[in-house]
Each structure stands twice: as structure tokens, then as C-alpha cells.
């Protein structure tokens, strides 16, 4: 199976209705992954098969729940310790209708974003080449993808938005329990990647 029918096979799986092009600028995306991933040592997923389900679909795969107004209400959105832009380019390729900040200390992994931004033609991207905690803008909701434990998460990008969305795998009980006071688990969500049998969640995050 080629990365673009594995790619369209898990959109699919996900009832996903993509605008125009939208495969197409994935597949841009994946490609040039690839190749900077070869010098650069972007992501330690070296494979093209691994990376549709372990990148562009984990990401793909929250796109319902971002629908939703209780876990996204508004169109701010900031990626927050963004690496090699999973999942905000990701989204910001699958929604153009997003407002994606992209926050990355690397300079070298910003860099890729930089060029992913411009051959891609992604205009509702802005890349921030900085740690979160120098970055002063607030957004309607802050997403990280295994960047820390919930409570650094907090301590590095609360002051970013009142809500946090935290990517994880298995639930992560002990990190909630600690999370730091004047913050809540609002909400919950199992997430179901195409191809990727391992557990995933999404912790939707609240200041009170």
C-alpha cells in the first residue's frame, strides 16, 4: 500500500471530509518530513508507512473533537512544543480556517516548519521559533502531543489560554491527580487512530 492509500484508506476510516488539495498538501508535508528527517533527525519515525499513522492520522484523528465548541470554541489555536509540526500543520493543512500558532524552541525543527509553511502555502499558520513561556499571546485553546506531563504543561503554557488540550496515550491517572491548583480535568476523550493499535486520549484542561 502506497502513503497516499494508506493516507486516504484512514481518512475514510475516520469520516473525515477534507477541503480541496488537502491530501495532497499531506502528502507534501510527509514528503518533505522525509527528506528533511534524513539530515536533520526531525522525528526518530524514519518510515513512510509509520509516519501516515503515527503522524498525519494521529493528528487527522482529533479533527471531530475540535468541532466540538465545549473542547474548541473559537478558531486561536497554538501548538505548543511542536517539533516537527505534529499536530498543528497537520490541522492547519486539514482546517484552513484555523488561526495555527506553531511554539518550537529547536531551532533546526522551526526551521522545517518555516519551509513546510511556504512550499505548502499554509497562510494560517504563524511559527514561533521560542519556549512557550516567552511567547505573550493568548489563544482560545493550547494543544500539546506528549510534550510533558500535564502538570509542566500547565506551568508552560497556562498562561496561554484558560484551556488546555493534552495529547496522550494511555490515561495518564497519576498526572491528573497532580494537577497544580486553580486547574481541572474538564473533560476526557478516547481516540481512535486508524492503523495504530495503542491507546490515545485527549485531556481537555480548565482553569477555574
Same mark, same amino acid.
Given at each position: 500500500? *502506497?502513503?497516499?492509500?494508506?493516507?486516504?484508506?484512514?481518512?475514510?476510516?475516520?469520516?473525515?471530509?477534507?477541503?480541496?488539495?488537502?491530501?495532497?498538501?499531506?502528502?507534501?508535508?510527509?514528503?518533505?518530513?522525509? =527528506? #528533511?528527517?534524513? *539530515?536533520?533527525?526531525? *522525528?526518530? +519515525?524514519?518510515?513512510?508507512? @509509520?509516519?501516515?499513522?503515527?503522524?498525519?492520522?494521529?493528528?487527522?484523528?482529533?479533527?471531530?473533537?475540535? @468541532?466540538? =465548541?465545549?473542547? %474548541?470554541?473559537?478558531?486561536? %489555536?497554538?501548538?505548543?512544543?511542536?517539533?516537527?509540526?505534529?499536530?498543528?500543520?497537520?490541522?492547519?493543512?486539514?482546517?484552513?480556517? %484555523?488561526?495555527?500558532?506553531?511554539?518550537?524552541?529547536?531551532?533546526?525543527?522551526?526551521?522545517?516548519?518555516?519551509?513546510? =509553511?511556504?512550499?505548502?502555502?499554509?497562510?494560517?499558520?504563524? +511559527?514561533?521559533?521560542?519556549?512557550? @513561556?516567552?511567547?505573550?499571546?493568548? $489563544?482560545?485553546?493550547?494543544?500539546?502531543?506528549?510534550?510533558?506531563?500535564?502538570?509542566? $504543561?500547565?506551568?508552560?503554557?497556562?498562561?496561554?489560554?484558560?484551556?488546555?488540550?493534552?495529547?496522550?496515550?494511555?490515561?495518564?491517572?497519576?498526572?491528573?491527580?497532580?494537577?497544580?491548583?486553580? #486547574?481541572?480535568?474538564?473533560?476526557?476523550?478516547?481516540?481512535?487512530?486508524?492503523?495504530?493499535?495503542?491507546?490515545?486520549?485527549?485531556?481537555?484542561?480548565? =482553569? +477555574?
Amino acid at each position: 500500500m *502506497t502513503p497516499a492509500e494508506q493516507l486516504r484508506g484512514g481518512i475514510a476510516a475516520l469520516g473525515l471530509g477534507l477541503p480541496d488539495a488537502a491530501e495532497a498538501r499531506l502528502l507534501g508535508f510527509l514528503d518533505l518530513l522525509l =527528506k #528533511w528527517n534524513r *539530515t536533520f533527525n526531525l *522525528t526518530a +519515525i524514519r518510515q513512510p508507512a @509509520e509516519m501516515v499513522t503515527h503522524h498525519l492520522l494521529d493528528s487527522l484523528a482529533l479533527l471531530p473533537l475540535l @468541532e466540538e =465548541k465545549s473542547v %474548541l470554541a473559537g478558531r486561536r %489555536l497554538v501548538d505548543v512544543g511542536s517539533g516537527a509540526g505534529v499536530p498543528g500543520l497537520v490541522l492547519a493543512i486539514a482546517r484552513p480556517d %484555523l488561526d495555527l500558532a506553531s511554539i518550537e524552541s529547536s531551532q533546526k525543527k522551526a526551521a522545517f516548519q518555516q519551509q513546510a =509553511k511556504i512550499e505548502l502555502g499554509l497562510v494560517n499558520v504563524s +511559527i514561533h521559533c521560542a519556549r512557550a @513561556e516567552a511567547v505573550t499571546d493568548t $489563544f482560545d485553546a493550547a494543544l500539546s502531543r506528549a510534550f510533558a506531563s500535564l502538570a509542566g $504543561f500547565v506551568g508552560y503554557a497556562g498562561h496561554l489560554s484558560s484551556r488546555l488540550l493534552a495529547m496522550k496515550g494511555v490515561y495518564p491517572a497519576d498526572e491528573v491527580a497532580a494537577l497544580p491548583a486553580g #486547574w481541572r480535568q474538564a473533560q476526557n476523550h478516547m481516540v481512535t487512530v486508524p492503523g495504530l493499535d495503542a491507546q490515545r486520549h485527549l485531556l481537555v484542561l480548565e =482553569k +477555574i
